[in-house]
């Protein structure tokens, strides 16, 4: 990929305004960042998911301000004219203002983010609105949102019925209008999201699982390369099966080694016989 600009806010706008879809992906190491960095992949997520699919829990509660900043700071490294986003996770933002607002900010000066995403529609725009207010540009989430799974009733299709498609809609203006430049809707019904996308004035409207209709669209890294061997969401793509790439391999390593047909002899470092000798002659001393 040629040398491209710092992807900002206003370039991700002037996209969406011609029409031009936006891309988005979840990435949370050096080396992943660096291959969406090449591909020119417009905006990244460091997402609390990293608790599942880096670190094996089987949800995001778990996850910390630590852990969040760590891989937010590797995939900075790995990619820096992408458009960073750090995820806020559980309880970061929840408990006050004064909390969010120093939490997010940890991850514009730590991690050197572009902006943070926090989860939760009216109830969170308090919270929107005092981040924003700070000056550090906030992304909101609606849908399905995995901090409250338990709450929604597992991992599932939120606003199939219409009082609950009507309750994510207004949420989406609430976001909007404290302050939210953009938003993202996980598993929602694609028409739900057409009217959400149609009724932003100045945000923006991401979509995972949730149709064509927003202005772009975000997939998690683990999902499209086969990586999280415990379930495959439906509303994931598998662009190439690197995971069973890996596991072949690594069962080749486990055959080669056990035979001793590993290593081979260009696979290691030798001492030349002059100062093997010397050292033989060292020991004997």
Same mark, same amino acid.
């Given at each position: 990929?040629?040398?491209?600009?710092?992807?900002?806010?206003?370039?991700?706008?002037?996209?969406?305004?011609?029409?031009?879809?936006?891309?988005?992906?979840?990435?949370?190491?050096?080396?992943?960042?660096?291959?969406?960095?090449?591909?020119?992949?417009?905006?990244?997520?460091?997402?609390?998911?990293?608790?599942?699919?880096?670190?094996?829990?089987?949800?995001?509660?778990?996850?910390?301000?630590?852990?969040?900043?760590?891989?937010?700071?590797?995939?900075?490294?790995?990619?820096?004219?992408?458009?960073?986003?750090?995820?806020?996770?559980?309880?970061?933002?929840?408990?006050?203002?004064?909390?969010?607002?120093?939490?997010?900010?940890?991850?514009?000066?730590?991690?050197?983010?572009?902006?943070?995403?926090?989860?939760?529609?009216?109830?969170?725009?308090?919270?929107?609105?005092?981040?924003?207010? @700070?000056?550090?540009?906030? $992304?909101?989430? !609606? *849908?399905?949102? =995995?901090?409250?799974?338990?709450? #929604?009733?597992? +991992?599932?299709?939120?606003?199939?019925?219409?009082?609950?498609?009507?309750?994510?809609?207004?949420?989406?203006?609430?976001?909007?209008?404290?302050?939210?430049?953009?938003?993202?809707?996980?598993?929602?019904?694609?028409?739900?999201?057409?009217?959400?996308?149609?009724? @932003?004035?100045?945000?923006? $409207?991401?979509? !995972? *699982?949730?149709? =064509?209709?927003?202005?772009?669209? #975000?997939?998690? +890294?683990?999902?499209?390369?086969?990586?999280?061997?415990?379930?495959?969401?439906?509303?994931?793509?598998?662009?190439?099966?690197?995971?069973?790439?890996?596991?072949?391999?690594?069962?080749?390593?486990?055959?080669?080694?056990?035979?001793?047909?590993?290593?081979?002899?260009?696979?290691?470092?030798t001492i030349k016989d002059e100062e093997y000798e010397e050292l033989l002659a060292m020991l004997d001393e």
């Amino acid at each position: 990929m040629s040398e491209r600009k710092k992807v900002t806010i206003r370039d991700l706008f002037d996209k969406a305004a011609r029409g031009e879809p936006i891309t988005w992906l979840t990435c949370y190491d050096y080396p992943t960042a660096y291959f969406q960095e090449q591909a020119g992949v417009d905006m990244i997520l460091v997402g609390d998911s990293l608790g599942m699919t880096m670190l094996g829990y089987d949800g995001t509660l778990p996850v910390t301000m630590e852990d969040m900043i760590r891989h937010t700071q590797a995939v900075r490294r790995g990619a820096p004219t992408a458009f960073l986003v750090g995820d806020m996770p559980y309880m970061s933002y929840q408990p006050s203002n004064e909390t969010a607002i120093r939490n997010a900010g940890r991850f514009m000066a730590e991690a050197n983010c572009d902006a943070i995403k926090l989860e939760g529609g009216g109830e969170m725009a308090e919270r929107i609105r005092a981040i924003v207010n @700070a000056g550090i540009p906030a $992304i909101g989430h !609606l *849908g399905l949102t =995995p901090q409250s799974v338990a709450a #929604l009733g597992g +991992f599932r299709v939120q606003g199939k019925g219409a009082r609950q498609a009507k309750k994510i809609i207004d949420d989406a203006k609430l976001v909007e209008e404290a302050g939210a430049f953009a938003i993202l809707l996980e598993m929602v019904p694609d028409r739900v999201t057409k009217i959400i996308t149609e009724r @932003a004035k100045d945000c923006l $409207i991401m979509s !995972l *699982g949730s149709g =064509p209709h927003a202005h772009g669209q #975000l997939l998690i +890294f683990h999902d499209m390369f086969g990586l999280y061997p415990k379930f495959k969401p439906r509303m994931a793509k598998v662009y190439g099966n690197a995971g069973e790439v890996i596991l072949n391999g690594l069962k080749q390593y486990v055959k080669e080694v056990t035979n001793r047909e590993f290593p081979q002899r260009e696979n290691w470092f030798t001492i030349k016989d002059e100062e093997y000798e010397e050292l033989l002659a060292m020991l004997d001393e």
